[in-house]
């Protein structure tokens, strides 16, 4: 075999020819390269062109919005049986928090904006079972021919909370609860306090924990691949900042678990209130404000390894979607249009309509004269006074347009 000798290394000529090669293509190709931006080079395209991109509107609602006294928040995935559509909800009366002494209630709509609301879904424990201080932040799961509601459950005295489920064969009950819990925290890191009641101060630690060792929130399941995909949020015992937040994934072979956790988890390095669908072949989630990638929808074929597909503003507080087939488990997601989801900023919490352009083959809303969040800042609106702006100027617009 012919070969050449370089810095005394000899090289067969044949390898030689293809590593000059190699380097000549990379020659010509760095000037090309180099006539690309950074942020030209990460650009998948216009947000006029990306089927995962949206604006949302919001409207109120009719039966479940502002009332003084009542505390209604974190809506569940909404779904249609027969001809109403259910939601599920965290309710409460308490004054010093909108979750906690809560119980899940439900109510049905025909048309998705006049609600009625029933009554009680799943209430609290009796005194002295781990779900004796709350139930809450819950969602549905419709699966072989059940509906199954997971949620958050906080004992009293305990400051790390569990996920419950319980299991009727109609939307309108009886529920059934499963005797222990779905999934609880990662068991490592110490808290200062653990057997505090009240909120969870997960940022007390005397020892750091794992990323859901303070806390396993937010809990959805999807079906996939015949699985059940349950998707929470965790928050790490010794947490420096409430928004350092992320989500996970834990699989089970049956509705009611057991639920193992992905070795991968986290999935994501962001997010609050976890929402996820099944969008073409894979899973789609929006991230909403918590995080470095806060503000973003998200897409990954497998439902594990997410990437950032756009940014998207002023996304619904913990939205519940109409989402009609998150359980089909059909790798043909098809998003959706509307849903409920929470104002937290009021002395009481409510529930609010939003409608969105999340739906393969739907024509997106692009003018911009119909979103008046465009150039508002969150202080001007909740305290005009402050900048000496009359209340009632809120909702104007500008002269000149929106540029
Ligand atoms: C929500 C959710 C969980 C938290 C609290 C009530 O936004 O993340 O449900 O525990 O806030």
């Given at each position: 075999m012919s070969t050449c000798a370089i810095n005394g290394i000899s090289i067969p000529l044949v390898r030689l020819l293809g590593l000059l090669l190699l380097i000549s293509c990379n020659e010509i190709q760095a000037p090309v390269d180099e006539k690309i931006s950074a942020a030209m080079k990460r650009f998948h395209g216009n947000d006029s062109e990306n089927e995962l991109y949206t604006r949302f509107r919001y409207q109120p609602i009719q039966g479940l919005g502002y009332e003084p006294g009542v505390n209604r928040r974190d809506p569940s995935t909404i779904i249609q049986v027969d001809d109403l559509f259910y939601v599920w909800y965290t309710r409460t009366h308490d004054?010093?928090?909108?979750?906690?002494l809560a119980d899940i209630w439900y109510a049905t709509s025909s048309d998705g904006l006049h609600w009625s609301e029933?009554?009680?879904a799943v209430a609290r424990g009796p005194r002295?079972?781990?779900?004796?201080y709350s139930v809450f932040t819950c969602n549905i799961l419709v699966a072989k021919g059940k509906y199954f509601l997971c949620y958050q459950a906080r004992q009293e005295f305990t400051q790390r909370n569990t996920i419950g489920m319980s299991w009727s064969s109609s939307p309108n009950g009886p529920w059934t609860k499963?005797?222990?819990?779905i999934l609880k925290t990662s068991p490592d890191g110490s808290l200062k306090?653990?057997?505090?009641?009240?909120?969870?101060?997960?940022?007390?630690?005397i020892k750091p924990g794992s990323w859901d060792s303070g806390a396993v929130h937010d809990p959805g399941i999807i079906v996939r691949d015949g699985k059940y995909h349950l998707y929470y949020k965790g928050h790490a015992?010794?947490?420096?900042?409430?928004?350092d937040s992320k989500w996970g994934l834990a699989i089970a072979d049956q509705p009611e678990g057991p639920y193992h956790r992905h070795?991968?988890?986290?999935?994501?390095?962001s997010g609050h209130e976890t929402w996820v669908f099944p969008w073409r072949t894979g899973i789609a989630a929006i991230i909403d404000w918590?995080?470095?990638?806060?503000g973003t929808v998200q897409y990954s074929e497998d439902g594990i390894n997410f990437e950032v597909m756009t940014s998207l503003e002023d996304i619904p507080p913990a939205g519940g979607a109409f989402?009609?087939?998150?359980?089909?488990?059909?790798?043909d997601g098809q998003g959706f249009t509307w849903g409920l989801c929470h104002y937290g900023r009021t002395d009481w919490t409510f529930l609010v309509r939003f409608d969105c352009d999340?739906?393969?083959d739907v024509e997106k809303q692009?003018?911009?004269?119909?979103?008046?969040?465009?150039?508002?800042i969150r202080d001007v609106m909740q305290n005009p006074e402050k900048f000496a702006v009359?209340?009632?100027?809120?909702?104007g617009q500008a002269p000149g347009g929106i540029d």
């Open positions: 004054t010093k928090s909108s979750w906690l029933i009554g009680p002295g079972s781990w779900d004796d499963l005797t222990e819990p306090n653990p057997n505090q009641t009240g909120f969870s101060k997960w940022q007390d630690a015992v010794g947490e420096k900042m409430f928004s070795p991968l988890n986290p999935v994501t390095n918590a995080g470095p990638e806060k989402i009609p087939d998150k359980f089909a488990d059909n790798k999340l739906k393969r692009l003018d911009w004269s119909q979103f008046p969040h465009y150039s508002t009359p209340r009632e100027a809120l909702g």
